[in-house]
């Protein structure tokens, strides 16, 4: 059942860095601020992630997009399930990295920080 879930997640947390990076890739103004507010407000994406994680992304300073991942199910509190989550879509948060670069941001990165049920950290990874 972990196995399932985990490359279900996987899928989404893929096809959430997708949509960062075209949208990073199409907007004007601020490119960092648009993307976080289009994760906040993508309903299908945070519709796809119920009952696994609540979403929301900020900025940090200048150059880094922060999504928080707080788990909805116990089972996925473990920083081993979020260390896989990471590894198998750092491709896809390196490519966002990439993409903030070509829209001109300095120093761009992408934090990933995964919460339990409680809020409290489980596992943080940085792309830059």
Not at 16 to 33: E, K, M, R, S
Not at 36 to 65: C, P, R, W
């Amino acid at each position: 059942m972990k196995s399932l879930r985990t490359q279900s997640l996987i899928i989404l947390m893929s096809l959430l860095v997708i949509t960062t990076c075209l949208f990073l890739a199409a907007c004007g103004g601020n490119p960092l601020q648009d993307a976080v507010d289009e994760i906040n407000s993508d309903e299908a994406m945070h519709a796809d992630l119920e009952g696994f994680y609540k979403v929301h992304a900020k900025t940090q300073g200048e150059s880094t997009i922060v999504v928080t991942f707080q788990t909805e199910l116990e089972e996925l509190s473990t920083p081993e399930i979020s260390k896989t989550v990471s590894d198998e879509a750092a491709a896809g948060f390196l490519a966002a990295v990439k993409e903030m670069q070509k829209a001109g941001i300095s120093n761009p990165a992408v934090v990933l920080e995964f919460l339990d049920m409680r809020g409290n950290p489980v596992y943080t990874r940085t792309f830059s």
